[in-house]
T-cell receptor
Framework: GQQVMQIPQYQHVQEGEDFTTYCNSS?????IQWYKQRPGGHPVFLIQ?????EVKKQKRLTFQFGEAKKNSSLHITATQTTDVGTYFC???????????FGDGTTLTVKP | NAGVTQTPKFQVLKTGQSMTLQCAQD?????MSWYRQDPGMGLRLIHY???????DQGEVPNGYNVSRSTTEDFPLRLLSAAPSQTSVYFC????????????????FGPGTRLTVT
């Protein structure tokens, strides 16, 4: 079945440093979603990328979808303590009810 | 809208007991899913449904049953609880609009934290 892998598993940064997490799928994806889960919370949808090579920005967050639609990245510029949490990528399979999630990258930010 | 609601928030079971985790959504979403999340790990799909009356197995279905008699509700039943089922359980709903970039955004409930002793 489809596998989605994320690296790194953990990232510790000093506040103000940049952060990047990478997501790789074993199969070509029709789209990819990114979610953020705060400690003790539930995953919250951040964004969906659909087109090959697509780049989207949300303030300090930049999301990219690879040309082959098998990989993606999330980059945070100048991290803040509010960025703490686990970032997941997810790729849908045959329908919207079934998605494969990566294991996530847990970001901690030292003030 | 309340979004996706889950009850209970916390539950402790003894091995062998059964129980039902409740999930409801008021967004008229056709798709609903159950995931479990173990400490430090990602989300693993247990069961999902593409509409009322239709369910299918995910990655880790053993020990769990689901049914979808209405669009709004998607309960998850633990048949005979085992310590390996200690986890956080998330219910999610989603929708797609074919032709409009197939929007797959999932809305998650707050989770049920289950401990089996």
């Amino acid at each position: 079945g489809q596998q989605v892998m994320q690296i790194p598993q953990y990232q510790h940064v000093q506040e103000g440093e940049d952060f990047t997490t990478y997501c790789n799928s074993s199969t070509t994806l029709s789209n990819i979603q990114w979610y953020k889960q705060r400690p003790g919370g539930h995953p919250v949808f951040l964004i969906q990328l659909v087109k090959s090579g697509e780049v989207k920005k949300q303030k300090r967050l930049t999301f990219q979808f690879g040309e082959a639609k098998k990989n993606s990245s999330l980059h945070i510029t100048a991290t803040q303590t509010t960025d703490v949490g686990t970032y997941f990528c997810a790729g849908p399979e045959t329908n919207a009810g079934k998605s494969t999630f990566g294991d996530g990258t847990t970001l901690t930010v030292k003030p | 809208n309340a979004g996706v609601t889950q009850t209970p928030k916390f539950q402790v079971l003894k091995t062998g007991q059964s129980m039902t985790l409740q999930c409801a959504q008021d967004m008229n979403h056709e798709y609903m899913s159950w995931y479990r999340q173990d400490p430090g790990m990602g989300l693993r799909l247990i069961h999902y449904s593409v509409g009322a009356g239709i369910t299918d197995q995910g990655e880790v279905p053993n020990g769990y049953n689901v049914s979808r008699s209405t669009t709004e509700d998607f309960p998850l039943r633990l048949l005979s609880a085992a310590p390996s089922q200690t986890s956080v359980y998330f219910c999610a709903s989603s929708y797609s609009i074919p032709g409009l970039a197939n929007k797959y955004e999932q809305y998650f409930g707050p989770g049920t934290r289950l401990t089996v002793t």
